[in-house]
């Protein structure tokens, strides 16, 4: 009787074990690779020393070198466009109160301790 008792018992905890204990399935995740990059517009106004003209730039800001910005300059006191045009490089500023320095693209160049900055200065006439 006692030989049924622990035939029985192992019988048991041999199903239970072996029916209850279920292997988690294992999945690769899915991996997503995706890159994006995101551009906005951006306008940019920029006063003169004098503040006598404005700089409207307008670009996409992005990961693309060089940027492309159309800009324009404005006589404020006339409120008139006195210069527009289309620059391709990475930045523009005012020189002085009546020329713009225009940074152009120098790419993967390494540059050189004494070497001078690349840029082009556009003068801007007033119409008067």
């Not at 306008?43 to 003209?53: D, L, Q, T």
């Not at 693309?64 to 391709?88: A, H, M, R």
Request: charge should be positive; proline fraction near 4%; charged fraction near 25%.
């Amino acid at each position: 009787m006692m030989n049924n008792v622990i035939k029985i018992t192992f019988f048991f905890l041999f199903s239970c074990l072996f029916f209850n204990c279920k292997s988690k399935t294992v999945k690769k995740p899915e991996e997503e690779n995706k890159i994006t990059f995101s551009e906005k517009n951006v306008v940019k106004e920029i006063y003169n020393a004098k503040k006598s003209m404005l700089l409207v730039l307008n670009y996409k800001s992005g990961m693309n070198q060089p940027i492309t910005f159309n800009y324009k300059v404005l006589d404020l006191p006339s409120k008139e466009i006195i210069k527009t045009g289309v620059f391709i490089g990475n930045k523009i500023e005012w020189l002085d109160n009546t020329s713009l320095k225009c940074y152009e693209h120098t790419g993967m160049i390494q540059k050189e301790d004494k070497s001078p900055d690349n840029y082009k200065i556009i003068k801007i006439t007033n119409p008067k």
